[in-house]
C-alpha cells in the first residue's frame, strides 16, 4: 500500500469511524432510513468532510452533536473500507 500523507489519512479515517459508528432514528421515526453519527472527531477534518458533501452538519455546525452521512458520503466510507480491507461491523442498512 502506498503511502499517504498525515492530512489525508484523517479524513479517510476520519470518513470509515462516522460510517462505522452511524446509527439511525428508528427509534423516534418509523420509517427512518438516514446515517447520522456523533460528532467527536477533529472539527477542520469535519469541514473538510462536509465540504465534499460526505456529511452535513445542520445549520448551527457548532452545536449539532451530530452528523448526516450523505448518500455519496456512504459511497466513499465503503470505498475506503475496501481500500484497507475493513469489514463492515454492522449488517447492511438499507439507505436511498
Known amino acids: 500500500m502506498e503511502k499517504i500523507n498525515a ?3 484523517m479524513q479517510e479515517l476520519t470518513m470509515m469511524l462516522i460510517y462505522l459508528s452511524r446509527f439511525t ?3 423516534r421515526f418509523a420509517n427512518a432510513e438516514d446515517f447520522y453519527a456523533w460528532k ?3 472539527f477542520d477534518v469535519l469541514n473538510e468532510l462536509s465540504n465534499a458533501d460526505y456529511i ?3 445549520e448551527r455546525p457548532s452545536r449539532s452533536k451530530s452528523v448526516y452521512i450523505t448518500g455519496s458520503g456512504i459511497e466513499k466510507a ?3 473500507l475496501n481500500k484497507y480491507g475493513i469489514e463492515d ?3 447492511e ?3 436511498e
Open 40 to 42: 467527536g472527531y477533529n
Open 78 to 80: 465503503k470505498e475506503l
Open 93 to 95: 442498512q438499507k439507505h
Open 7 to 9: 492530512e489525508k489519512a
Open 89 to 91: 461491523c454492522k449488517q
Open 25 to 27: 432514528e428508528r427509534g
Open 56 to 58: 452535513r452538519q445542520g
